[in-house]
């Protein structure tokens, strides 16, 4: 089932209750924006040691829950989307990579940057290939 706009509104289900909501979407994008900035700003001062550990964790946590949440207020759409599908290849590469002990060198630092520039890039693409406002 399509939500045409999910942009303006997510449907939830609740068992048989389906609700529509003006602010929800938007809400969960901007939480989905917070764990990022927590996730790749603790990420990038995770050398200064286990404190910031939580942060981080807890960063792509958020992400991973506001992220499932607004796919599924639209599955078809960000299926039938080509930078949706780039972002969710580098997607778990770039975690693999960030989780990686090769990440401490230089070299696997900058791959996992790469990685993690790539799929904000592709983020932010989504919009702009989304097939089902052509």
Same mark, same amino acid.
Request: hydrophobic share 55%.
């Given at each position: 089932?399509?939500?045409?706009?999910?942009?303006?509104?997510?449907?939830?289900?609740?068992?048989?209750?389906?609700?529509?909501?003006?602010?929800?979407?938007?809400?969960?994008?901007?939480?989905?924006?917070?764990?990022?900035?927590?996730?790749?700003?603790? =990420?990038?001062?995770?050398?200064?040691?286990?404190?910031? !550990?939580?942060?981080?964790?807890?960063?792509?946590?958020?992400?991973?829950?506001?992220?499932? =949440?607004?796919?599924?207020?639209?599955?078809?759409?960000?299926? #039938?989307?080509?930078?949706? !599908?780039?972002?969710? =290849?580098?997607?778990?590469?770039?975690?693999?990579?960030?989780?990686?002990?090769?990440? !401490?060198?230089?070299?696997?630092?900058?791959?996992?940057?790469?990685?993690?520039?790539?799929? #904000?890039?592709?983020?932010?693409?989504? #919009?702009?290939?989304?097939?089902?406002?052509?």
């Amino acid at each position: 089932m399509t939500c045409p706009g999910s942009r303006e509104f997510l449907l939830i289900y609740c068992g048989k209750v389906r609700v529509k909501n003006t602010w929800l979407f938007p809400f969960i994008e901007s939480l989905h924006l917070a764990g990022l900035a927590m996730f790749v700003g603790t =990420a990038a001062l995770s050398k200064s040691g286990r404190i910031l !550990r939580r942060w981080t964790h807890s960063g792509l946590l958020l992400l991973l829950i506001t992220g499932l =949440a607004m796919f599924f207020a639209d599955t078809p759409r960000y299926l #039938a989307n080509p930078a949706f !599908r780039v972002k969710m =290849a580098l997607f778990p590469v770039a975690i693999l990579c960030q989780l990686s002990p090769l990440r !401490r060198g230089r070299a696997g630092w900058f791959i996992c940057v790469l990685l993690w520039t790539l799929v #904000a890039l592709a983020s932010r693409a989504i #919009a702009d290939f989304d097939i089902a406002n052509l």
